[in-house]
């Protein structure tokens, strides 16, 4: 696999890039990874980066993303945080990633067993976990249909909004990224992760 450069980076579309994403974890499931040299891609990126996607995952320790879209160093910018909510700081890393350093796609990574998520439907509160697990209230409040405690099959729901929902705040908060998605600079998609077979279905 050859290591991202600025041509190639220049040269793809966002249908593209949405396309190595789908192929690469096409490789993770089957557990045939593309052969690429680590050590010569820390070497090639030394210089500078040309990342042609940004994804915005949850802390989870089993969807890491570089390893489920199967993509080396120097592929992708990877932003993490418990339950892949948006803030500010999120917004502004995603808007960097697209409109200063090129990447042609952002991709909002949720994923089912969250356990942000099935915290969130569980009402927790704790320290500065409360205000974060708030962002996910939008998707939970989508799916409720009453008070009564939530089944598995309804806070895989909620996750699936919450991806829904963060896709939508990026629209709304960003006019950066939703011009560049107007303009056809980029793809702005939700996506979620299965952790029983390593798929990823786009929404």
């Known amino acids: 696999m050859r290591t991202q450069t600025k041509e190639i980076q220049d040269n793809l579309t966002p249908k593209c890039a949405h396309d190595i994403l789908v192929e690469g974890n096409k490789r993770f499931v089957a557990n045939l990874k593309?052969?690429?040299?680590?050590?010569?891609?820390?070497?090639?990126?030394?210089?500078?980066?040309?990342?042609?996607?940004?994804?915005?995952?949850?802390?989870?320790s089993r969807v890491p993303a570089e390893l489920v879209f199967d993509q080396g160093i120097g592929d992708i910018f990877s932003i993490r945080v418990a339950g892949n909510v948006i803030n500010q700081d999120v917004l502004g890393s995603m808007e960097y990633a697209c409109k200063v350093?090129?990447?042609?796609?952002?991709?909002?990574?949720?994923?089912?067993?969250?356990?942000?998520?099935?915290?969130?439907?569980?009402?927790?509160?704790?320290?500065?976990?409360?205000?974060?697990?708030?962002?996910?209230?939008?998707?939970?409040?989508?799916?409720?249909?009453?008070?009564?405690?939530?089944?598995?099959?309804?806070?895989?729901?909620?996750?699936?909004?919450?991806?829904?929902?963060?896709?939508?705040?990026?629209?709304?908060?960003?006019?950066?990224?939703?011009?560049?998605?107007?303009?056809?600079?980029?793809?702005?998609?939700?996506?979620s992760y299965d952790v029983n077979t390593g798929l990823v279905e786009f929404h």
Do not use: W
């Open 34 to 60: 593309a052969q690429r040299n680590l050590k010569d891609q820390v070497l090639a990126t030394s210089e500078g980066q040309y990342p042609f996607a940004v994804i915005l995952s949850c802390i989870d």
């Open 101 to 191: 350093a090129g990447s042609k796609i952002a991709v909002v990574l949720g994923h089912t067993k969250c356990g942000a998520v099935t915290a969130a439907c569980n009402n927790v509160k704790l320290g500065n976990i409360t205000s974060l697990l708030e962002k996910i209230n939008p998707a939970i409040n989508a799916i409720r249909k009453e008070d009564s405690k939530f089944t598995p099959e309804q806070i895989e729901e909620v996750s699936f909004e919450n991806v829904n929902v963060s896709i939508d705040r990026i629209r709304k908060e960003s006019p950066i990224l939703a011009e560049m998605e107007k303009n056809g600079d980029i793809e702005i998609v939700g996506a």
